[in-house]
């Protein structure tokens, strides 16, 4: 234990009553009755209406717990919103094996974002592009005067850089402004100040601005996470070089390289979602810098030690917030941050990473040796097993009698089921 004497590593905790797993969850973030009750109530529909349009009801999704992470000398509990089976599983079982040579160790750029400003129609573009870099003082000055909060907490508009890019529609400037949004997404504090500054541009320029938004290719907002994975834990050398040559494929190309990132946003989505954090933009973020040298290719990257362990780093944009967006109003996302116990976006950044690599490292591990269908096919015998009408008890005793016979179809679990009742 290195955390104040309290530890995320916690075996058979999938065997305790959902109860039990409550209690450990609020014994170690420190939660009172009330937000713990939180854990089986729904959205208020008031707040839901208050979020988007239209509003009908609420979909749920289960909230599940990764245990034993162990991040930077830190232990956390992750919450994970998700509805495919295996995922918070096989990332508790990586944190565990990645626990054995320290855990993860990360590192995070500061919270700088991109946010785009279009010009077109100008008769001398070079010039143009000279005009805006001459008055880059009160440019910056004026996107500041937008959000005085972010600037008092330090963060703010701090560069400007020009870009003159070639369209069928001839040639157009691309102005980004360089923000530092602290402990925010910054999408909102971005976009605020992009359109405030058009009718400056248009004014320097004498042209026409068009597009004001934030660039989701966040590449100046880069978090790295990496993990030495015990080579006698995972069954010696045979099985690190089975993993580096099931990873290698997704190097070099993008058919498997799009699923094994995928694998990579199966713990990062789920993180992202349970802090009310924006996973399209997570999203949009990670595949085009997978694409950064002109080739989709793999987030992570594997090799071996020098003792012959396995190296696993991921690396990728990151524009996570604390402060703001959804995460602010939805009860669950405010209880989630609380679990976690992060001061700072950089830390919910770092420990996002930090799970996208575990969640890897579980996918290729299982791919490499016994495959991923093992995993999935007790939970995947559970579904089943509801879906032909087993209740309470009988779903585990259905689904474990499909998994023993290797025969896991609706038609078996039904006749399980008659013969039980
Ligand atoms: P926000 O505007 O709700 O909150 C950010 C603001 O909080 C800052 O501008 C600042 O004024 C204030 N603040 C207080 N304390 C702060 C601190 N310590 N650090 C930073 N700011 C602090 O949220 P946002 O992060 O600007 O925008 C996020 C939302 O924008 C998300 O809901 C996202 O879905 C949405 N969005 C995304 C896109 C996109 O990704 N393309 C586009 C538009 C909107």
């Known amino acids: ?22 209690e450990f969850v609020k014994n170690f973030s420190g939660l009172n009755e009330e937000e713990t009750k939180l854990f089986s109530s729904c959205l208020d529909m008031d707040i839901a209406d208050r979020m988007i349009e239209n509003v009908l009801g609420t ?26 089976s295996s995922v918070v599983a096989a990332a508790s ?21 991109i946010g785009q400003i279009q010009i077109l129609h100008m008769k001398d573009v070079a010039e143009a592009a000279q005009k805006i870099l001459a008055k880059k003082k009160e440019i910056l000055q004026l996107a500041n ?6 600037v008092k907490f330090g963060g703010g508009a701090k560069d400007l850089e020009v870009r003159i890019l070639d369209s069928p529609l001839g040639k157009m400037i691309v ?6 949004v602290r402990d925010a997404m910054g999408a909102n504090a971005v976009n605020t100040m992009c359109e405030a500054l058009a009718p400056l541009l248009e004014e320097l320029t004498g042209s026409k601005v068009r597009l004001k938004i934030l660039s989701n290719l966040a590449d100046k907002r880069i978090v790295k996470a990496k993990a030495v994975f015990d ?12 993993f580096l040559e099931s990873y290698n494929l997704a190097t070099i190309d993008p058919y498997r390289a799009a699923t094994h990132n995928k694998g990579i946003m199966n713990g990062i989505d789920a993180l992202i979602i349970a802090t009310g954090n924006d ?3 997570i999203e949009a973020g990670a595949h085009a810098y997978a694409s950064r040298s002109g080739q989709y290719t793999s987030l992570s990257l594997y090799y071996k030690d020098k003792n012959g362990n396995l190296v696993g780093e991921l690396e990728l944009p990151m524009a996570v917030g604390i402060i703001g967006g959804a995460g602010n109003i939805h009860p669950k996302a405010k209880l989630c941050k609380k679990i976690l116990g992060i001061k700072t976006a950089k830390e919910l950044a ?3 990473a930090s799970l996208g690599l575990a969640q890897n490292f579980a996918a290729v591990f299982a791919l490499s040796t016994v495959g991923i269908q093992k995993g999935h096919m007790s939970l995947h015998a559970k579904n089943i097993a509801v879906m032909a009408g087993a209740k309470g008890d009988e779903i585990d005793k259905v689904a474990s009698q499909m998994v023993k016979e290797g025969k896991i179809k609706l038609e078996r679990a039904e006749e399980i089921l008659k013969e039980i009742r």
Do not use: W
Request: glycine share 10%.
């Open 59 to 84: 979909f749920e999704i289960p909230l599940g717990i990764a245990v034993n992470f162990l991040i930077n000398g830190k232990e956390y509990l992750i919450p994970m919103a998700i509805e495919e």
């Open 350 to 352: 770092e420990i996002v």
């Open 175 to 180: 102005t980004h402004l360089i923000v530092d």
């Open 231 to 242: 080579k006698e834990r995972i069954g010696g050398e045979s099985v690190v070089d089975a």
């Open 279 to 281: 996973f399209r933009a």
């Open 145 to 150: 005067e937008q959000d005085k909060i972010l």
């Open 93 to 113: 079982n990586a944190a565990k094996i990645a626990r054995i040579k320290g855990g993860f160790k990360t590192e995070c750029t500061d919270p700088l974002m």
């Open 1 to 22: 234990m290195t955390d104040k004497g309290k530890s995320s590593q916690v075996s058979g905790f999938y065997k305790l009553p959902i109860g039990k797993r409550v």
